[in-house]
């Protein structure tokens, strides 16, 4: 090998040299480099909600029915009608209660008279009694007979209240101001009374005041309480958001079954029924909807707050290094500052947390840049080492690989 060739085969390795010395010195500066990231105490909100289904409902409800039975007559009102306390919205046959009430008030008027009779009778007998000019088996006999007709006479008065009840009965009338959300009868169609009053009627006394019924699991029924915010939606208006507030928790549990797919047993599901009021002034929220609820459990405004993970932070010299000087302080609580390459512990007393924010009531001001953690990376500049080993089988050679191979054949 000549003098030139030599010559060009020493710079060739010096520039290897200097590139892998380059490539570790920056390499090993770069473990060493430290990213601090950091977040502002700010004033702002923290909460925390369960979530829950339930039905829209009007506050006051009452269904109509009949106490007799019959054929309905007349029907004034529809779905939707407006309603006032005492108005005529139905009427039922009178046929057969007026003929009711006509028996009873010949049963009554019999009996009525048999009564007097037997009373006058009873009067002159006792009368007669006293001057011992009867038998004392006269005297009880017409006893008997007053005491028999009186009994009959007061049986015969409360039949002939009911028969007139019932005939009052055939007159359908609203019990509250409201409006008729359901009609569940028609003109012509017979209603029978037996065990259970059939319904005619669902009057809602006033649909801008409604309120949700949701049901809460028993996980999550322990945080909730009167008078806590609530926020919901409803398919119906899905860009909308309705507000209230926990009204009532209702004692008695809402039990149901669900079978398992994967056994013959079934789990039971324990909820509990807590009533939520919802101001309905534009009438958007229809009974019947179903609202996804939520329920603030925690739900505090305008409080200094930093992120959870600020106190949480702890640093470590032998991460950052040497150059970086630690100022702790004994504390159960505390965040971190940083000033160039000092990091300063403060003390703080803590509220609230939700797990992403926590209050803070005194240590730190509002503005105060903590530090929430530290990374550790290479910088964009450090080139990857130089490799002689085996190369992967997947990643290309350089693009002139072969042609230099080919060129040192040819010398």
Known sequence: ????????????????????????????????????????????????????????????????????????????????????????IAEMDRVTLQAEVATAQAAYDGAKAEYEYQKKLYERNKSLHEKQLIADTDYEQSLYNYQLAKSNFDSSEASLARAQRNLSY???????????????????????????????FTIAADLTQMQVVADVDEADIGGVREGQRVTFTVDAYPEDTFTGKVMQIR?????????????????????????????????????????????????????????????????????????????????????????????????VTTGISNGTLTEILSGIDEGTEVITEVTLGTTAEASPAPTTGERSPFMPGPPDRNKNKDNEKKQ
Not at 173 to 200: N, W, Y
Not at 329 to 347: D, F, I, M, Y
Request: glycine share 6%; aromatic share 6%.
């Open 251 to 347: 004692l008695g549990d809402s039990s149901s079954g669900e079978s398992s797919s994967s056994s013959s047993s079934s789990s039971t599901v324990v909820t509990y029924e807590v009533v939520i009021s919802a101001p309905n002034p534009d009438l958007k929220l229809k009974p019947r909807l179903t609202a996804n609820v939520n329920i603030y459990t925690l739900d505090r405004t305008d409080v200094l707050c930093v992120p959870a993970r600020a106190l949480r932070f702890t640093p470590s010299s032998e991460l950052l290094g040497k150059d970086v000087t630690i100022a702790d302080c004994e504390a159960s609580h505390k965040v971190w500052t940083r000033q160039g390459n000092v990091l300063t512990a403060h003390p």
């Open 170 to 200: 055939a007159t359908i009338t609203s019990p509250i101001d409201g409006v008729v959300i359901s009609k569940d009868v028609e003109e012509g169609q017979t209603v029978a009374s037996g065990f259970e009053t059939p319904t005619l």
């Open 1 to 88: 090998m000549d003098k030139k060739k030599k010559i060009a085969w020493a710079a060739v390795a010096a520039i290897v040299l200097c590139g892998a010395g380059l490539w570790l010195f920056s390499g090993a500066k770069a473990k060493h480099k430290v990213e601090y990231v950091t977040a502002q105490a700010t004033r702002g909100e923290i909460s925390e909600s369960v979530t829950a289904t339930g039905n829209i409902e009007p506050v006051t409800e009452v269904e109509v029915g009949t106490q007799v039975s019959g054929i309905i007559d007349h029907i004034y009102v529809d779905y939707n009608s407006v309603v006032r306390e005492g108005q005529l």
